[in-house]
T-cell receptor
Framework: EDQVTQSPEALRLQEGESSSLNCSYT??????LFWYRQDPGKGPEFLFT???AGEEKEKERLKATLTKKESFLHITAPKPEDSATYLC???????????FGKGTKLTVNP | GAVVSQHPSRVICKSGTSVKIECRSL??????MFWYRQFPKQSLMLMAT?????????EQGVEKDKFLINHASLTLSTLTVTSAHPEDSSFYIC??????????????FGPGTRLTVL
């Protein structure tokens, strides 16, 4: 059973069309939930870390939220340069290991 | 922000040869480095965790004699794929972490190395 499930697998938006990406997790004792952006052929780029339910963080057009079961990455008025694969990863208590979801491939059309 | 580099970015080798990949933290000291493998359209899968000066801890199913990891200093870790075979072709990514920064537990990723074994 996957510990981290991301949905949808792929999402196409028009420029300016806001939407949300979902990351659900089943680990116990969450130490942290991480969002990364990955461009083709590149390593993941850190976006956010969330530690407790109710926490929210924002960066430009992105906003990440966390509940006890899932996290959302909200994208407001996206631009074509926001096109990338967005990865969610969780870290269990007592471990430094990150367990990644399969990602959501976002395409923003001009 | 913290920068992690990898070298080489791409490598093509013949089956049976060994390949070494370097991972460096450029502007911070990494107490822990991680090695991941990513197949096309798949998630990052952790291969091993290495702490400076000690033996790496491998994930279940990863052959430690095939994937040799050395973390000799706080800024350098190497992954050597020994006797590479076509099924080892993949995108290898390292990350580095330190508890000494203001952002606890954050892992900084390198740009990845594309390995193709012919």
């Amino acid at each position: 059973e996957d510990q981290v499930t991301q949905s949808p697998e792929a999402l196409r938006l028009q420029e300016g069309e806001s939407s949300s990406l979902n990351c659900s997790y089943t680990v116990s004792g969450l130490r942290g939930l991480f969002w990364y952006r990955q461009d083709p052929g590149k390593g993941p780029e850190f976006l956010f870390t969330l530690y407790s339910a109710g926490e929210e963080k924002e960066k430009e057009r992105l906003k990440a939220t966390l509940t006890k079961k899932e996290s959302f990455l909200h994208i407001t008025a996206p631009k074509p340069e926001d096109s990338a694969t967005y990865l969610c990863a969780v870290q269990e208590g007592g471990s430094e290991k990150l367990v990644f979801g399969k990602g959501t491939k976002l395409t923003v059309n001009p | 922000g913290a920068v992690v580099s990898q070298h080489p970015s791409r490598v093509i080798c013949k089956s049976g040869t060994s390949v070494k990949i370097e991972c460096r933290s450029l502007d911070f000291q990494a107490t822990t480095m991680f090695w991941y493998r990513q197949f096309p359209k798949q998630s990052l899968m952790l291969m091993a965790t290495s702490n400076e000066g000690s033996k790496a801890t491998y994930e279940q199913g990863v052959e430690k004699d095939k994937f040799l990891i050395n973390h000799a200093s706080l800024t350098l870790s190497t992954l050597t794929v020994t006797s590479a075979h076509p099924e080892d072709s993949s995108f290898y990514i390292c990350s580095a972490a330190t508890s000494g920064t203001s952002v606890y537990n954050e892992q900084f990723f390198g740009p990845g190395t594309r390995l193709t074994v012919l």
